[in-house]
């Protein structure tokens, strides 16, 4: 969800100051996780810190990155990811050691027995066989206590799915907006159905994403009337892909932090792969009138492209077999761009024209057009957020990150489309888009374009919809699902702060309370060893 930095070296430089409000006494109680992100293209180890709970059931912990002295986050990566260990499975601990060395001198000594571990691994591990998966995994789980002293059980190293990573992401988002606080309501009040609980709680966030490949959409089912439809339009299979029920909260019986979240990944509607979709479409228009011809003395064939800029240009070599010789022919295509931005999106709306011959084409339910034609967005009570390509597409170069309003991102887009390309490139080699490169000053007007597409044709968002904003940060803090996933695996740990509170209860004045207290405590305890 955000783009990876270089660690800068001040990150070496640790401050334990958790805020300004927290007593000095209670400094020595911080508690500490550490969690690496196992990504495709690298790994990267994040520190995370929290004071004592506050005992009110109402809260979750109050956990946060842990910051160095300059207030800025503690964290480091490396590259490659650790499914480069596929090759030799036994050299997984040696890879990700830097980490946890960075991870142990980075926590006080005294507080590392008590630190959980996380390795969480995603994309770049899931493409793997899954006996090569538990073979690097394995030796994690192995070795890895032989050298550090952190709590680390066996499934506490794990390659989670693409719908765990999104429901993470969404804990995240709606963890930093303050919606799981419900001592403190920070956001509009509504009713949520759960079964038959009825529930007056803040609102929370649904979340949009696109990255270069795939799309995910997350949101709460909010009314037993919104579930119905789902279970109606869905067979139970599909549904139990769709659809998760978790609770947040350390009593599994209270209904305050239950959630029902809706959370979906369309594969291949990413705006890269989405790019080389469009342009094999469009350069296959072009085959049965140019290939068979091979008096062409060129054979370079141009074609316009409404997608990009004007008078920019890209070229594919490729070869056809010819039906007029035994041979193939290599032939040049050129897409020239025109610069139209209402062409180029009437172009892209075909792509996802659930008549059209794309969803024609998708041989099951869980072809991800046929997912998203059947998607039914609560844009009517929902405000969203849209993270990563909506972020760049609307910022790098339009500066309209926030609030997101059509009819203003389509004209500053269209703008754009417009705009010779010999212009654009004057106005980047003279700095004038310091958040943009290269790859994305040429596929702007297409990404532009794209969004807008899978936003209003696809996600069906109506043009007057003003609840949409693109982010990058939320109140300030990044947004990595790995703080999600921290507060799902550690959702009863704020049971211990209601043991401490007990233990100190009289127990010939209420000891029935104390022992009641106490005997959850250690059930919650025994469900968080068995299922985290």
């Known amino acids: 969800m955000r783009r990876w930095q270089t660690p800068n070296k001040t990150n070496i430089l640790i401050s334990h100051h958790f805020d300004d409000k927290l007593d000095l006494d209670l400094r020595h109680e911080l508690q500490y996780a550490v969690m690496i992100d196992a990504g495709s293209s690298g790994s990267r180890v994040h520190i995370y810190v929290w004071p004592p709970h506050s005992g009110d059931t109402r809260q979750l912990l109050q956990i946060r990155m842990l910051h160095n002295q300059l207030g800025k986050d503690v964290f480091t990566n490396i590259s490659p990811g650790l499914s480069s260990c596929a090759s030799d499975p036994s050299k997984a601990d040696q890879y990700i050691e830097p980490l946890l060395r960075f991870a142990a001198k980075n926590i006080p000594k005294e507080k590392h027995r008590s630190t959980p571990l996380f390795i969480l691994a995603t994309a770049g591990m899931r493409l793997l066989p899954p006996q090569t998966q538990n073979a690097i995994l394995d030796d994690l789980r192995t070795d890895i206590p032989k050298n550090f002293s952190f709590l680390f059980p066996s499934n506490h190293a794990e390659v989670i799915t693409g719908k765990e990573e999104g429901i ?89 932090h239950n959630y029902r979240l809706y959370v979906t990944t369309y594969l291949g509607l990413g705006a890269n792969f989405a790019r080389n979709t469009y342009v094999n479409a469009l350069i296959s228009s072009t085959i049965n009138t140019n290939t068979d011809n091979t008096s062409l003395a060129s054979k370079e064939i141009q074609i316009y492209d409404p997608c990009l800029c004007i008078d920019s240009s890209e070229r594919f070599n490729i070869s056809r ?14 897409l020239k761009g025109s610069g139209d931005f209402k062409a180029c999106a009437q172009k892209l709306k075909q792509m996802l024209d659930p008549s059209g011959e794309s969803v024609r084409q ?27 390509e909506f972020w760049y597409s609307m910022e790098d170069l339009l500066r309209m990150g926030g609030p997101y309003r ?58 007057t919809y003003t609840k949409f904003k693109s982010a990058s940060t939320v109140n300030q803090q990044q947004v990595q ?27 010939s004045t209420n000891n029935t309370s104390y022992y009641l207290n106490y005997a959850m405590f250690i059930a919650c305890m025994m469900n968080y060893l068995a299922f985290v």
Request: proline content about 3%; charged content about 20%.
């Open 362 to 388: 998708c041989s099951n339910s869980s072809c991800p057009l046929r997912q998203l034609a059947q998607t039914d967005a609560p844009f009517d009570n929902s405000e969203f957020y849209g993270f990563s």
């Open 168 to 256: 993470y992401s969404w804990i995240a988002i709606n963890y930093l907006m303050g919606r799981f606080d419900h001592s403190i309501e920070t956001g509009p009040i509504t009713t949520i159905e759960f079964n038959q609980h009825r529930i007056r709680r803040a609102q929370t966030i649904s979340m949009l994403e696109m990255g270069g490949a795939s799309v995910q959409i997350a949101f709460e089912i909010t009314s037993n009337t919104q579930f119905q439809s789902l279970q109606n339009k869905h067979s139970s299979q599909e549904l139990n892909a769709l659809v998760s029920e978790f609770n947040l909260g350390c009593d599994e019986h209270d209904s305050d």
């Open 406 to 463: 059509n009819t203003k991102f389509r004209d500053s887009s269209s703008k754009y489309c417009s705009t010779s390309w010999s212009v654009t490139l004057d106005r980047f080699q003279r700095k004038l888009y310091p958040l943009a490169d290269n790859n994305r000053l040429f596929y702007q007007c297409f990404k532009s374009a794209w969004i807008s597409t899978v936003l209003h044709d696809g996600f069906k968002m109506p043009s």
């Open 321 to 334: 077999r010819s039906k007029n010789t035994n041979g193939s022919t290599a032939f040049i295509h050129v």
């Open 481 to 507: 699902w790995t703080l999600g996933a921290l507060l799902y695996r550690t959702r009863f740990f704020p049971l211990r702060a209601i043991e401490q509170q007990y233990s100190g209860v009289s127990h």
